[in-house]
Nanobody, 128 residues
Framework: QVQLVESGGGLVQAGGSLRLSCAASGRTFSSYAMGWFRQAPGKEREFVAAISGRGGTTYYVDSMKGRFTISRDNAKNTVYLQMNSLKPEDTAVYYC?????????????????????WGQGTQVTVSS
């Protein structure tokens, strides 16, 4: 069982930056592929980025590539999402999620159903 706790959300002006953190419980954090998703009001949850267990492989949705960076520190059991050049349309609740396997690819990274554990989410609001 893995428990995930996100932090770092808040209110930021367009063009600004935020770094989200997701702290995980457990002693085998490197065994889990991790992902970030977001959900805006009235919309479905959408994939943002994913990272393999040891951090060697990352995946991004094309629209966020170059602005968002996912990383992890396995010594701290934490995964991060650095978000730059934020836009009002980035406003959403951001969730981190874990898979009980160290790698994912394609649909296995993008689909929420492929993830076994979820955090409670952190709100990001970008003002224009």
């Amino acid at each position: 069982q893995v428990q995930l706790v996100e932090s770092g959300g808040g209110l930021v002006q367009a063009g600004g930056s935020l770094r989200l953190s997701c702290a995980a419980s457990g002693r085998t954090f490197s065994s889990y592929a991790m992902g970030w998703f977001r959900q805006a009001p009235g919309k479905e949850r959408e994939f943002v980025a994913a990272i393999s267990g040891r951090g060697g492989t990352t995946y991004y949705v094309d629209s966020m590539k170059g602005r968002f960076t996912i990383s992890r520190d396995n010594a701290k059991n934490t995964v991060y999402l650095q978000m730059n050049s934020l836009k009002p349309e980035d406003t959403a609740v951001y969730y981190c999620a874990a898979q009980e396997r160290p790698y994912c690819s394609g649909y296995g990274c993008y689909a929420p159903r492929e993830y076994d554990y979820w955090g409670q989410g952190t709100q990001v609001t970008v003002s224009s």
